[in-house]
């Protein structure tokens, strides 16, 4: 299983990014993908989560309403739009797989809001 995610960067407070992971060597329309992040000093927290046909969504109370958790099944690809990004939303995104026992992790792509 691999995962190439991108979209990461530097971006001013109240810009907006959006990260892409496109997976391959699974299933992926078996999965439920997520995004979690860390920040320095931090322990990792969920972000936003999709379940495998894309019918339902949750969210950290941190980007609700800011962030949106979206996935191409035709793709193999998981998004996260990041709007309003704050400097409390800088750390490393990865993106996550789960289906059942199985879970495989990215490598994670690095979101810093600075001015």
């Known amino acids: 299983v691999q995962f190439a995610e991108s979209g990461g960067g530097l971006v001013q407070p109240g810009g907006s990014l959006r990260l892409s992971c496109a997976a391959s060597?699974?299933?992926?329309?078996?999965?439920?993908m997520s995004w979690y992040r860390q920040a320095p000093g931090k322990e990792r927290e969920l972000v936003a989560t999709?379940?495998?046909?894309?019918?339902?969504?949750d969210y950290a109370d941190s980007v609700k309403g800011r962030f949106t958790i979206s996935r191409d099944n035709d793709k193999g690809t998981v998004y996260l739009q990041m709007n309003i990004l704050k400097p409390e939303d800088t750390a490393v995104y990865y993106c996550n797989a789960r289906w059942g026992f199985r879970d495989y992790w990215g490598k994670g792509t690095l979101v810093t809001v600075s001015s």
């Open positions: 999709i379940t495998s046909v894309g019918s339902s969504t």
């Open positions: 060597g699974l299933t992926f329309s078996r999965y439920g």
